[in-house]
């Protein structure tokens, strides 16, 4: 299909979702109610490690409007505690037991100790601030130094230890191979004339979207539970549900509302609440609500990336890497999330630690400790982002030793050939890596840029220029998916058309701002010949949609898309087939085509048919059908690639820094991705865009903070800055174009993995500005006052930092 | 009243309104609770942080979760639903769907309501305007830079429309 002329795919079609969403007639999870729900407020831990002694509910339950009040040792015993298997991936850790609310010891700041179940949301409040916690404070283990400690208070009882994952990712699974692994990895590095061994660390942050989360569910004895959830994966929580409340699933319906403010990786997890708001409704048989405050989101969700990596690379003197040793260990919080359990995304991490560099030998191994934090989950660019800011800072390091621009090499260790198989076992589909890159370099002009940064220089002024890049999955193939979380791959979608010739997409998993009724309807609208007004997607509703494990890792470009297509496909072959029947016409279905409302012979378009004529006849008047034909036009796709999918991005950054302040200013910010065929211009660039800038945050001003015993200093926006429309540069998107050859359509999922490169990008562009102090920034975030500590401690001779010292701004440097 | 409620009467999106809501209820949750117009949103519960709740009252942006219901008592207030005319988009949301300027759009009421308000007051903005202006609202989705060539681009058309008009 890709080499014929399109009417919608490829087209910059405005978006059908935007006119409710602007009007004010989106349909968010907060804009829903039922009547008679009663609404909760979550009492959660004060402390970060505590036994609790007691917890005095009494002037709660007589407060106006409660109704009730419930407590980890309420519930312990009507309740099953996770794990479960249905959230519990297929990797060797351990799966700490765990109820809703707390039970006998709260392991971090914000954990759930109590419910008030209330007529109201703001007398449930009030009584929440009546309930008496009494702790006995536990030693608070608040770091993977302090919790891997062989004397380590020990976080989970259930545990022998505080270690929750520990695997080698290139040295096989017995003790002998891992260690033949390592001795191989350590002779590389022994005999190679150029070694570089460094530590980075990257901060405890993530992407918290706009909307937080919600749950509200009602129980009904002859239909079951029906469950409301900000939720990127409702099929998931409906079996989980069932599994956990010991219902049948069929008396299970789980429903993501059509219009969600964002997820970004953090509504996928089956959370604590997943399960309270359910089992409250059911134990009291009325429906309950509860609506996340910022404060409790910050407290609890979109904290990923918490990591350090010890890191040596070997290379030949040109620049050539030859082997890499990693020791990668993760802050993993108290682990208790189901799903993810805090060590999923760093093991995606160090699975696609080589990123798109060709390194024959690695030996990488990740260890992950429980901390009293909360678990890490998943935020986008699930478990890269630390590794992609390491590989990265390492290249531009090892351009430095051999003398040779950044560039040189990227361009002799990017992967060259494809498919390739990486150290680590990732099947590096298609594409060309080094196209793209060389694009990108050819858009920001590296010879001209290096000209004004020498004649800058003289007159004391410092602007930089760095890269970065990344691979990333366009969604997860059913062979490493099942083996990662016990789930399928596949993307799934149905499509109807009904006897007005109007077409239904039902899709299981739920959109969160991601733009999937534009671009599936482009696709359908394609196939038919129809226009996409003509199309309705509905989404997220386990009653009427078939499987699918999730809106998540861009998975929605790459196999949801091409379910769509291929059902259409079906649906399309169909009517052709029908359509010939009828005219008795010598011809095969390809001859048929469907365009502009009609459905016509390539060769005779006189001889049409109205599409809605002809769904009609299939739909309402099946007879005289063709032998064996069925009535009826709905068909549904489960869609699984061949091989899995990565896509590959390149970014470029421009900067200038001000070294009496350490202040620097984003100068240009330039990307070429290739997402193969792409659908809509529009939403690929809006989501490279978005992508880039959450990076750019995430390096320069979110930080989940905590004090020394234990406290969350981060809990409302103010304190835990998100970037603002001032801080950011435009983002200028470019694209290189490679189609996929394992979609239907060539097209490959992206927005997942953008923010990637761009930690790496940002620091090697600092770097390369102030390369004359040889400063070198391994750890994020980064933000002027560290930039000038280290100049100084470089005794830098760049005088003391004066008032409105800041030099002119340099536009497109 | 001494029950802990207020009388409020004031106009909403044109109509008139009379309730009796509690004295502490803010003007967010009035409005979306009580008179259901849930295009205004919360983000930030109520630290006025985020401008997902940002509407007019008596022609001037401001963020609904600042204010309680009883303060706008005998005041205009404008929310997104009342921002286009009839079925006609209000320029600003015409520019937006034109620049895919929203994705998730849960930062959108509020960000139209403020940009509709900033361009009454600067009618040629320089982008640099348009990115100080935006200084009171949070978009996790977009990264910005849609937004503001949707302003700019809403602002000429404007322009055009009040030349035709004049």
Not at chain 1, 583 to 590: A, E, F, I, P, S
Not at chain 1, 642 to 652: D, L, S
Request: proline share 6%; hydrophobic share 40%; charged share 25%.
């Amino acid at each position: 299909m890709r080499n014929e002329k399109f009417a919608w795919i490829g087209k910059k079609a405005v978006r059908k979702e935007d006119v409710r969403l602007m009007s004010g007639r989106g349909q968010y999870f907060a804009d829903m109610q039922l009547p008679g729900v009663l609404h909760c407020f979550i009492v959660r831990s004060m402390r970060a490690h505590a036994k609790i002694v007691s917890i005095d509910r009494a002037a709660a339950k007589q407060s106006a409007g409660v109704v009730a009040v419930f407590t980890g040792d309420d519930i312990k015993d009507h309740l099953d505690p996770l794990p479960h298997p249905i959230v519990v991936p297929n990797l060797p850790g351990k799966f700490p037991k765990h109820w809703p609310l707390a039970v006998g010891k709260v392991k971090f700041h914000g954990e759930p100790v109590a419910v008030i179940v209330a007529t109201d949301r703001y007398l449930a409040e009030d009584a929440g601030e009546l309930v008496e916690v009494v702790y006995e404070d536990l030693p608070y283990v608040g770091s993977p130094e302090v919790s891997s400690r062989p004397d380590a208070t020990l976080i989970h009882e259930d545990l022998d230890n505080n270690e929750i994952f520990s695997m080698s990712f290139t040295g096989g699974f017995t003790e002998d191979s891992v260690k033949a692994n390592v001795d191989e990895i350590e002779a590389i590095i022994n005999s190679a004339p150029v070694v570089i061994s460094r530590k980075f660390k990257t901060h405890r942050v993530g992407v918290t979207p706009l909307e937080t989360r919600g749950v509200m569910a009602k129980w009904d004895r002859d239909d079951g539970l029906t469950c409301w959830a900000t939720t990127q994966r409702p099929h998931i929580d409906r079996l989980a549900l069932a599994e956990v409340l010991n219902i049948p699933t069929h008396m299970v319906r789980v429903i993501a509302p059509r219009d969600q403010g964002g997820g970004f990786g953090t509504k996928a997890p089956f959370y604590r609440e997943s399960i309270l708001i359910p089992w409250l409704a059911k134990t009291l048989g009325r429906p309950v609500r509860w609506l996340e405050s910022r404060e409790e989101s910050l407290m609890v969700v979109g904290q990923e990336r918490d990591q350090r990596h010890e890191m040596t690379i070997a290379a030949d003197k040109e620049g050539k890497i030859l082997g890499m040793r990693a020791r990668v260990v993760a802050d993993n919080g108290d682990g208790c999330m189901g799903v993810y359990w805090g060590f999923v995304m760093p093991v995606l991490g160090a699975a696609t630690l080589p990123s798109g560099y060709y390194l024959p030998k690695c030996d990488i191994q990740l260890r992950s400790y429980v901390t009293n934090k909360p678990s890490l989950s998943p935020s986008r660019s699930f478990g890269s982002y630390p590794g992609r800011f390491v590989i990265e800072r390492l290249v531009d390091i090892l351009a430095k030793e051999v003398g040779k621009e950044p560039v040189e090499i990227r361009r002799i260790n990017l992967v060259s050939s494809l498919p390739h198989v990486t150290a680590t076992g990732c099947h590096l589909d298609s594409g060309d890596y080094l196209k793209a890159f060389n694009s990108l370099v050819a858009t920001v002009d590296l010879a001209a840029f290096r000209e004004k940064q020498t004649a800058l220089r003289r007159q004391g002024r410092y602007i930089g220029l760095g890269f970065g890049t990344g691979v990333e999955i366009s969604g997860i193939a059913s062979d490493v998916f099942v083996q990662l979380e016990n789930q399928p791959g596949y993307g799934s979608a149905t499509i109807r058309i009904d006897a007005r010739g109007r077409v239904q997409v039902l899709e299981g998993d739920a959109p969160q701002g991601t733009s999937h009724e534009t671009t599936f309807s482009q696709v359908v609208a394609e196939n038919f010949g129809i226009h996409i007004a003509d199309v309705v997607v509905q989404t997220g509703d386990t009653a009427n949609t078939p499987f699918g494990s999730g809106s998540l890792g861009a998975r929605g470009g790459s196999y949801t898309v091409s379910a769509v297509h291929n059902a259409c496909r079906t649906l399309r072959d169909k009517m052709a087939r029908i359509f010939i029947f009828d005219r008795k016409l010598d011809l095969h279905v390809g001859d048929i085509q469907f365009e502009d409302g009609f459905v016509f012979p390539a060769l005779d378009p006189k001889n049409r048919i109205p599409f809605a004529e002809l769904a009609d006849r299939i739909v309402m008047k099946p007879v005289n059908m063709p032998p064996g034909e069925e009535a009826g036009l709905e068909a549904t796709s489960y869609f699984e690639a061949a091989k899995p999918m990565f896509y590959f991005g390149a970014h470029a950054c421009m900067v200038e820094v001000f070294p009496k302040t350490g202040e620097f200013e984003i100068t240009r910010y330039v990307t070429c991705e290739d997402a193969g065929t792409v659908i809509n211009p529009l939403v690929v660039e809006g989501q490279i865009q978005g992508g880039v800038v959450q990076g750019l945050s995430n390096a320069m001003f979110e930080e989940f903070l905590y004090d020394e015993h234990g406290q969350q200093l981060t809990t409302t926006l103010e304190a835990y800055k998100l970037a603002i429309a001032p801080d950011v540069p435009h983002v200028e998107v470019t694209h290189s174009f490679t189609p996929c050859p394992h979609t239907p359509l060539g097209s490959r999922g992206i927005g997942e993995g953008i923010p990637g490169p761009v930690p790496g990008a940002l620091t090697n562009a600092l770097c390369d500005a102030l390369a004359p102090f040889d400063i070198e920034i391994n750890e994020l975030p980064v933000r002027s006052d560290k930039i000038w500590r280290m100049l100084r401690e470089k005794g830098a001779d760049i005088g003391k930092p004066e008032k409105g010292s800041k030099q002119p701004e340099l536009q497109n440097a | 009243m001494s029950d802990g409620t207020a009388k409020i009467k004031t106009t909403v999106n044109g109509r008139q309104v009379e309730a009796v809501v509690p004295v502490r209820m803010l003007l967010v949750d009035f409005l979306r609770d009580h008179l259901q117009l849930t295009g205004t949103h919360v983000g930030c519960t109520f630290e006025g942080v985020c401008g997902a709740c940002t509407v007019h009252l008596d022609g001037e942006a401001v963020k609904s979760c600042m204010l309680l219901a009883a303060q706008v008592c005998g005041r205009e207030v404008l929310t997104v639903e009342g921002l286009a005319r009839d079925d006609e988009l209000h320029p600003l949301q015409k520019a937006f769907q034109d620049a895919h300027a929203l994705q998730c759009g849960y930062c959108t009421p509020g960000i139209l309501m403020n940009m509709s308000d900033f361009l009454k007051r600067n009618p040629e903005p320089s982008e640099n305007e348009i990115r100080l202006a935006l200084v009171g609202n949070i978009c996790r989705c977009t990264g910005y830079s849609h937004i503001v060539e949707a302003v700019q681009n809403a602002a000429g058309t404007m322009k055009v429309a009040a030349g035709r008009s004049l």
